[in-house]
């Protein structure tokens, strides 16, 4: 195996050799014209987008700034939204469901480092998977760890540090994120916390 090979196979890796660098400097030369976009531009956006991600739904957008490292490691789905300062650290695969919606200062990281400083300072690294189900929202300043997994219809409440997977149907917060509670038909009713509709969200 050669060294992206390996990067994509979830194996210690030198993120110097066998075209990893060049590849990453192409990515933030795209990401650099992305995120200098006029903001009237959405044409112009969606299609810089397309060439930046490996796959995209066709209503996906993210908000300038965005940074990522390889970004064609990068999918998401239909309807896809990201505020503010979307932070993907790509090594590994990192796919998103349809509907996602990402607060400002998400940052999804499936990178990682040795924890003894001796083999760390060799520069190897590693990264693990990603996965978020459909119909989550992260809010804002949420961190995903390495390899960790968010089911279908999750919320993930403000400045959380996900370290482990968090299951369907949930609301999870804290550092480390914890779930607090399932999400249940009851809460069809209201738009935030005890809050309920005073129209119809279907019309």
Known sequence: MNHKERMLAGLPFKPWEDGLSEERMACQQRLARYNTLPPEDRTAASALLREILGDMGETARIVPPFYCDYGKNIRVGENFFANFH???????????????????????????????????????????????????????????????????????????????????????????????????????AFYCKNRPFDLDPFL
């Open 86 to 188: 979307f932070t993907v650290l790509d090594s590994a695969p990192v796919v998103i469901g349809k509907n996602a919606q990402i607060a400002p200062n998400v940052s999804i990281y499936t990178a990682g480092h040795p924890l003894h400083p001796d083999t760390r300072a060799t520069g190897m690294e590693y990264g693990l998977p990603v996965t978020v189900g459909d119909n989550v929202w992260l809010g804002g300043n949420v961190v995903l760890c390495p390899g960790v997994t968010i089911g279908d219809n999750v919320v993930i409440g403000a400045g959380s540090v996900v370290t482990r997977d968090i299951p369907s149907w949930t609301v999870a917060a804290g550092n480390p994120c914890r779930v607090l509670r399932s999400i249940t038909e009851e809460d069809r």
